[in-house]
């Protein structure tokens, strides 16, 4: 089974900045990566899939990309509305797995 | 528009069966492109995949690690919808149960509105 792996597990920022987060898989995953948005309360919201594609109504500012077993979640220009839950999830092959998320918090 | 619909119990004894449902609009359970899956959410352990249905030229079903061997995934044409079964539920079974709809490769987008479901005597 293929585990992902996310850092940093939390992460203090401010309006206006930009941040990274890192998923890495233990094996190859292909493009096969998708990263999700939570927020208390509500359902899960999908930001990117193919490790880098946006789905229809995610800003521009959420850029998500791929080198080899890693993958990077990069969101400029944060807004309030940003600051969440995210996690990463491959879907390449099955039991498809989540990383353990990362809580990203107004400094 | 693909749209979820989960229905079903909030509280569920320890030992029970946890059984969990969701309609499905917009589009066919049995859809050659789609793939209807089980999450669930808890602070202990963040998103959890449970498993998933999807048809081909036959039903296909995939289940989680930590689940494997206690849960039954369905679906149900006439009624376009599938369900989840978890059997002999434990505390630590209480979490946000979601459904979700994936176009092979597209992520999982559309979500139900989850259900909280605790496992409490």
């Known amino acids: 089974d293929i585990q992902m792996t996310q850092s940093p597990s939390s992460l203090s920022a401010s309006v206006g900045d930009r941040v990274t987060i890192i998923c890495r898989a233990s094996q190859g995953v292909s493009r096969f990566l998708n990263w999700f948005q939570v927020k208390p309360g509500k359902a899960p919201k999908l930001l990117i899939y193919g490790a880098s594609s946006l789905p229809s109504g995610v800003p521009s500012r959420f850029i998500g990309t791929e080198s080899g077993t890693e993958f990077t979640l990069t969101i400029s220009n944060l807004q309030p509305e940003d600051f969440a839950t995210y996690y990463c999830q491959q879907s390449y092959s099955v039991p498809y797995s989540f990383g353990q998320g990362t809580n990203l918090e107004i400094k | 528009q693909v749209q979820l619909q989960q229905s079903g119990p909030g509280l569920v004894r320890p030992s029970q069966t946890l059984s969990l449902t969701c309609v499905i609009s917009?589009?066919?359970?049995?859809?050659?492109?789609?793939?209807w899956t089980w999450i669930r959410q808890s602070p202990l352990r963040g998103l959890e995949w449970l498993g998933r249905?999807?048809?081909?030229?036959?039903?296909?079903?995939d289940y989680g690690v930590s689940v494997r061997g206690r849960i039954i995934i369905n679906a149900d044409t006439s009624k376009n919808q599938f369900s989840l079964q978890l059997k002999s539920v434990t505390r630590e079974d209480t979490a946000v149960y979601y459904c979700?709809?994936?176009?092979?490769?597209?992520?999982?987008?559309?979500w139900g509105q989850g259900t909280l479901v605790s496992v409490s005597s």
């Open positions: 979700a709809g994936e176009t092979l490769g597209r992520g999982l987008d559309p």
């Open positions: 917009g589009d066919r359970v049995s859809s050659l492109t789609g793939a």
């Open positions: 249905t999807y048809f081909r030229s036959r039903w296909v079903i």
